[in-house]
């Protein structure tokens, strides 16, 4: 053979890079065979080169690598002693033409490349995954699982074929389950989407310290104030008292929830109550405006107030904004009381403002402000209670909510078996009542926007 490595540095080389080689060409041949295929080639271990200048020097450097490599892959597995194998690669290197005496420096670097496959191979412990083992965990257990063909490796010089998984690309198709990273939740509930002005809001509340509520009313005027002389008697006049009482009525009602989601969604508990409370002052708003008055209903505002009655007032071609100014002004000439609040249907309130003439000019009243939210001074509320079609004018001081129990929640469980089925039943309830007194009836005025134009128009002659 030609001269190869002649000198120990060398061959030492060689045989530590020939240790290392057991996990680069194991892992990609083509790559670490390509590694050889310029010349002058410089191979660099530590601070020690050689140089493989020709094909010929490469062929020698191959089948020698090929040789310490089995006996390097029979180490890690376990086999045989590093010492046994440092012996069996100095064997093989003899074998062809060259002699390495003792060389600790080797040893101990041979010793260092076994123990790092080795602990390469104890990290991916435990795992029955091939795609997630080390290439030495791999090879070992190949050779375990061969041991019969791997024992006479360096007597007869050949070689064992196997297969080793090498890792695959990762991608979010085909190595994540799941949501990687986790998505970020935004915190609380979504609320649907609601009427959320109260005609309650708008009138204001006052609270009592009893269920029950009564009110003195003059009624039935009799008699006439008049002049006289000084010889003749004043006129005499009197009037009627009447007393009048209202109870308390109670709207409520309750959710019931499993203690489990109570504890999985946060915010349940609160979201409970707000829709608790929603709900409860929803239907009493409802009741405000429309309660028919009977049994455990409230009497509403529409119950008391006055339709529109008067015929006065006769304008040419009257609009929406026309039929407002009319109930106004009939709070004042009948109710005797100054309007303080407009309800309409957000419908009306938008078609009454898109009013246009013949030529597309839009058509206001001098009375509508610029900006569109108050008549003559009165603030406009617009609120889907009101039903469509509709307008509700008057003095919001005569309406009277009288709140005995503000919203209260309660919580716990009741004698069906809630208890054992972890069932939780929280509960809302609110007690309250209004009226307009007698009195004040025709300080209030609803009725259709259509009937009112159609009484104040003017007759054509």
Known sequence: ????????????????????????????????????????????????????????????????????????????????????????????????????????????????????????????????????????????????????????????????????????????????????????????????????????????????????????????????????????????IDFDLDMNSMTAKDVGAYITVHENLLQDVDALAAEIDRELVYQIRKAADGEILSGVGTTSHLKGITEYASAFSLTSISIASPNTWDAVSAAIRQVELVGYDVADCIFMNPADYENALGSKDSNGRYVSHPSLSPDGTRFAGIPISTTSFITAGKLLVGNRMKSNIKVYKDVEMAMGYNLTGEFTKRHITVRGGMRLIHFIKDNHANSWVYDDITDIVAAITKEEA
């Open 1 to 236: 053979m030609k001269n190869l490595l002649k000198n120990k540095v060398a061959l030492f080389a060689l045989a530590v890079l020939a240790t290392i080689a057991t996990f680069i060409l194991a892992t990609n041949p083509v790559t670490g065979l390509a590694m050889l295929a310029a010349f002058p080639m410089i191979v660099k271990i530590g601070t020690k080169e050689f140089t493989i200048k020709t094909q010929d020097e490469k062929d020698q450097f191959d089948e020698l690598e090929k040789l310490i490599s089995a006996i390097t892959e029979k180490s890690i597995a376990g086999f045989i002693t590093t010492d046994e194998a440092i012996k069996a690669i100095e064997k093989k290197i003899d074998e062809k033409g060259f002699k390495i005496d003792d060389n600790e420096e080797f040893k101990n670097v041979h010793t260092a490349v076994i123990e790092q496959g080795k602990k390469i191979n104890a990290l991916m412990e435990g795992t029955s995954n091939t795609s997630n083992k080390s290439l030495g965990r791999q090879v070992a257990e190949y050779i375990t699982a061969n041991k019969a063909k791997f024992e006479d490796v360096v007597k007869t010089e050949g070689k064992i074929g196997f297969e080793v998984k090498v890792a695959a690309s990762m991608l979010n198709s085909t190595h994540v389950t799941g949501t990687v990273p986790p998505a970020q939740t935004e915190p609380g509930i979504t609320n649907y989407m609601a009427e959320q002005r109260f005609i309650m809001d708008v009138i204001g509340t006052v609270p009592i310290a009893s269920p029950s509520y009564e009110w003195l009313e003059k009624k039935n005027p009799d008699g006439t104030v008049a002049f006289v002389l000084d010889t003749e008697a004043f006129a005499n």
